[in-house]
T-cell receptor
Framework: DQQVKQNSPSLSVQEGRISILNCDYT??????FLWYKKYPAEGPTFLIS?????DKNEDGRFTVFLNKSAKHLSLHIVPSQPGDSAVYFC????????????FGTGTRLKVLA | DVKVTQSSRYLVKRTGEKVFLECVQD?????MFWYRQDPGLGLRLIYF???????EKGDIPEGYSVSREKKERFSLILESASTNQTSMYLC????????????FGSGTRLTVV
């Protein structure tokens, strides 16, 4: 049973436009969420996080939105740059214990120059 | 700069071999994790450890074992490698007091022939 889902395996966006990556989760006990970015042949790197006490968190060009009632989060990248081309994973956990994260299947973003 | 180091970037092993994947972190983190990444399946948790000599099964532990004799080192063992264990293996560590997600290693691309 996939508790964290990224239903779009790929996304192409023109440079300078907004990229929106979506993630849905099923477990209402999740209360801490992360986005990771992964380039080929490298490990994932942390991008941005959000706790369930917030509905938005910004860091430069990256904004994560959380809709708890819909069990949905999204990552907005504005403006998109060619260097943003990577696979993006969302991850969810309970903010207690071992912080064991469940990852989505990933969305491959391609930003076209 | 904090690091999680995986001993090999690429490995090729034969079916039936016993394979050791090593991971070392220098952040004094209590938690360590082994994931595998496969196309369309995202990152799936194999095993994790929240203390020396402690281990817990993740979602796909079959065919794997782990060892954590020292806090900084977490080893993944493929008891008898099979072709369906060809994958990218990612080690990660985290500090449960911080809750800010994992630091990942660069990954080991294992091919079993």
């Amino acid at each position: 049973d996939q508790q964290v889902k990224q239903n779009s395996p790929s996304l192409s966006v023109q440079e300078g436009r907004i990229s929106i990556l979506n993630c849905d989760y099923t477990n209402s006990m999740f209360d801490y969420f992360l986005w990771y970015k992964k380039y080929p042949a490298e490990g994932p790197t942390f991008l941005i996080s959000i706790s369930s006490i917030k509905d938005k968190n910004e860091d430069g060009r990256f904004t994560v939105f959380l809709n708890k009632s819909a069990k949905h989060l999204s990552l907005h990248i504005v403006p998109s740059q060619p260097g943003d081309s990577a696979v993006y994973f969302c991850a969810a956990s309970r903010a207690s214990g071992t912080y064991k994260y469940i990852f989505g299947t990933g969305t491959r973003l391609k930003v076209l120059a | 700069d904090v690091k999680v180091t995986q001993s090999s970037r690429y490995l090729v092993k034969r079916t039936g071999e016993k394979v050791f994947l090593e991971c070392v972190q220098d952040m004094d983190h209590e938690n360590m994790f082994w994931y595998r990444q496969d196309p369309g399946l995202g990152l799936r948790l194999i095993y994790f450890s929240y203390d020396v000599k402690m281990k817990e099964k993740g979602d796909i532990p079959e065919g794997y074992s782990v060892s954590r004799e020292k806090k900084e080192r977490f080893s993944l063992i493929l008891e008898s490698a099979s072709t369906n264990q060809t994958s990218m293996y990612l080690c990660a560590s985290s500090d449960p007091r911080g809750g800010y997600g994992y630091t990942f290693g660069s990954g080991t691309r294992l091919t079993v022939v």
